[in-house]
């Protein structure tokens, strides 16, 4: 079985269970309120604003031997940078306030999700940052369209409250593509050690995001 297969198999269960989160399921069926759906866009935009210095911060620390690995960096800057931009177009899209989040501090599930990211990098194996890609768009893949569209519907909302959503959809379709290819020239068995373990912890530290804004949604009741 090719390295990248036994990734998405091997984590499986874990996907399953962030994709089963009361959050996310709500956000699949278009269930969420505005003030929810903004809520999920100011957790995106602070890990979203990190993805490109963790890309360079793992470049820096790719070997020699995987220059091939450096290279394709290079390509996921140029794919990823700004996308935070659209994150903050899309909150000022549904009427809040852009500036109070890009000023704003990430909720906890979310700062220690981009520290482990960085953790990763510096302390155990800049590798370990592909745990963190294979957990982001996979899960855009499975959902991401999806979720815009029906939400989209439901809080009537214009199209340009959803550029992050509806871009990540079709765009990790090919970036998974990509990625698929990079895991599978990953044949020493303790480096597909480190993204299965980062992968598996990325998928819990991804889902206490969404956990942590089930309270509050609880309590926001029925925000427009």
């Keep these: 079985m090719k390295f990248h297969d036994r990734l998405v198999e ?9 994709l089963r989160i009361p959050f996310v399921d709500a956000a699949m069926r278009g269930a969420l309120t505005r003030s929810q759906y903004v809520a999920f866009l100011t957790q995106a935009y602070h890990h979203v604003k990190h993805t490109v210095p963790l890309l360079m911060a793992a470049g820096s620390r790719i070997p020699s031997s995987h220059e091939w690995l450096r290279d394709a960096i290079v390509e996921y800057v140029d794919e990823e940078h700004g996308h935070e931009r659209w994150i903050l177009d899309d909150i000022a899209a549904c009427e809040a306030d852009a500036d ?26 800049p590798l370990g940052f592909f745990g963190m890609v294979h957990v982001l768009e996979g899960t855009s893949v499975k959902g991401a369209t999806r979720a815009a569209d029906a939400l989209a519907s439901a809080l009537q909302l214009p199209k340009s ?24 020239r ?25 956990r942590g804004l089930e309270p509050k949604s609880a309590r926001s009741g029925v925000a427009a």
């Excluded at 959503?165 to 990625?179: I, K, N, Q, R, W």
């Excluded at 303790?190 to 969404?210: K, M, N, P, T, W």
């Design 186 to 210: 990953l044949v020493d068995p303790r480096e597909q050690s480190v993204v299965l373990h980062a992968a598996r912890v990325f998928f819990r530290l991804y889902g206490d995001v969404f």
């Design 161 to 184: 409250a959803f550029s992050y959503l509806s871009s990540h959809g079709s765009l990790d379709v090919e970036h998974v593509h990509f990625f698929a290819g990079l895991m599978d």
């Design 100 to 125: 109070a989040v890009r000023l704003g501090r990430p909720d906890l599930p979310c700062e220690l999700m981009v520290a482990y990211a960085y953790d990763q990098i510096a302390r155990v194996d």
């Design 10 to 18: 091997e984590t499986r269960r874990e996907q399953d269970e962030l």
